[in-house]
């Protein structure tokens, strides 16, 4: 990226040139145009450079389509206008000014896109870092979009800008560079990808259903999907089934996933050996199976189950739990919460699991497939996690809002210097600390003593003991 091309950002930044709906609806519809008719282009030559099947390029190029369409729909230019027009808005915001993106490696049209349109929808402009050594999908990408966006709002760059122009921007970085990034980090969306995703598999659980998600989100492209289970805790009563219906599932996957036998073959070749050999020396762990299409390892040792180990192959790593209790110590353990957690159980599990282990998001009974594509969201004090859009609008916007109505205590502060006595303070003051709290609403429980309701009880029974011997003995007699 040019100087030029940077003056020009900052420029637009400053004139607020990035906050007109009219010009951002243009914008979304120039890139639809431009990514609808490369289409061929984008799949192939995902396929081609990732190894990627048919169904997963698919699966990218779509949710990016699906994101930019939903981020357009948001731009409600009536809406808009009244609310800039209305003197109170408690809700109001702004764009941050810059977006600056340093792209992950993995699923990076996708990647790209999701940011792009989260950020021109909420008024800003957007700044992609080029890779060191870029990609042939990401050369793709820049042939496409910088055309067609407007050259004040969208810029690659070849290499990093000062640290003064970072400053200005709102870092979103999907890699773990983040040593190498001056940042604020109140001013920065951080993916973390070596956050770990975990999966638990609870005793009522469909287990064949189960293995069957766990084979799909491990084997999706090639092993590497950020949001596949690491670490699969499987309660040990139903260990030896689960492992039976995870190398059936290996055996012949189906459904989304099937490659050429090449491209299977190939995808061994994706570090998973080295993975298999280093979980076998540091985590004391035993290969179980070995396939083509990937492989098992069961962990033994309790203490290096959570060692937090990011698996990038398709490596499927199962250790054993005795119960709940005993699944939430294992996956709090790990460090720093888990970016998932897939809960496989009936609902009352469910709902245990996911109160007690720390994970910034979990599922029940499921891996959606949004979550195969694409970066771990980033980190957020108040903004949840979310499948789609992998980037709410709301990452990149400042609050700014604006009040109108006097306060209470604001008039009656105006009315005791209007005539001169503290006597409206005072006023509000005995109205303010006078209010009694609001009854709690629940039924009073039975005003008697324990001793008296006791006593109440045992009369009772007395009465109908003695009764019931008198009938007898009366009946008896007859």
């Excluded at 638990?200 to 766990?214: F, G, M, Q, W």
């Excluded at 092993?223 to 289970?229: F, K, Q, T």
Aim: some cysteine.
């Amino acid at each position: 990226m040019s100087i030029d091309s940077l003056s020009r950002i900052e420029i637009s930044r400053l004139e607020g040139r990035a906050s007109s709906i009219r010009l951002r609806q243009n914008q979304f519809h120039r890139l639809q145009d431009a990514l609808t008719s490369s289409e061929g282009a984008i799949k192939g030559c995902l396929i081609e450079s990732h190894g990627y099947g048919e169904d997963e390029s698919g699966l990218e190029y779509a949710l990016a389509l699906s994101e930019l369409r939903t981020h357009y729909l948001s731009l409600n230019l009536k809406r808009s206008v009244e609310l800039s027009h209305s003197i109170e808005d408690l809700s109001a915001t702004t764009g941050v000014g810059i977006v600056y993106l340093i792209p992950t490696k993995q699923n990076p049209f996708y990647s790209v896109i999701s940011v792009l349109t989260s950020a021109l929808a909420a008024g800003n402009c957007v700044v992609v870092e080029l890779p060191p050594q870029s990609s042939p999908i990401v050369e793709l990408l820049q042939s496409i979009l910088t055309p067609v966006l407007d050259r004040d709002l969208f810029a690659f760059s070849n290499s990093r800008p000062s640290a003064e122009f970072l400053s200005t921007c709102h870092l979103v970085s999907q890699t773990d560079d983040r040593a190498k990034v001056p940042y604020n980090s109140a001013n920065a969306a951080l993916s973390r990808p070596s956050g770990n995703a975990v999966a638990i598999v609870e005793r009522s659980a469909d287990i064949n259903a189960t293995a069957k998600a766990i084979t799909t989100a491990r084997l999706a492209f090639r092993g590497h999907s950020a949001y596949a289970p690491d670490l699969i805790l499987v309660n040990e009563f139903v260990a030896n089934e689960f492992l039976r219906c995870l190398k059936q599932a290996l055996a012949a996957p189906k459904g989304l996933l099937p490659r050429p036998e090449t491209q299977v073959r190939d995808s061994r070749s994706d570090n998973i050996n080295q993975i298999l050999r280093e979980l076998e020396k540091s985590q004391d762990g035993s290969v179980l199976f070995a396939g083509d299409h990937g492989s098992i390892v069961e962990i033994a040792d309790r203490t290096k189950a959570s060692t937090g180990y990011k698996i990038t192959a398709p490596v499927f790593v199962i250790y054993r739990t005795t119960s709940l209790d005993d699944a939430v110590d294992i996956s709090n353990n790990i460090s720093g919460p888990t970016e998932a957690s897939y809960l496989f159980a009936d609902p009352s599990e469910a709902i245990y699991l996911s109160k007690y282990i720390e994970s910034r998001i979990s599922f029940v009974n499921q891996i959606p497939a949004e979550l195969l594509v694409g970066p771990l969201a980033p980190g957020h004090p108040s903004v949840p996690p979310s499948l789609s859009p992998r980037y709410p609008a709301d990452l990149f916007r400042s609050p700014r809002p604006r009040l109108s109505r006097t306060t209470a205590l604001t008039k009656a502060l105006q009315r005791a210097t209007l005539l001169g006595t503290s006597d409206p303070i005072k006023k509000w003051y005995r109205s303010t600390t006078g209010l009694s709290l609001p009854a709690i609403g629940q039924k009073e429980e039975n005003s008697g003593d324990f001793f008296g309701l006791g006593f109440a009880v045992f009369g009772v029974g007395f009465i109908s003991l003695a009764a019931g011997g008198a009938l007898m003995v009366w009946r008896s007699r007859k």
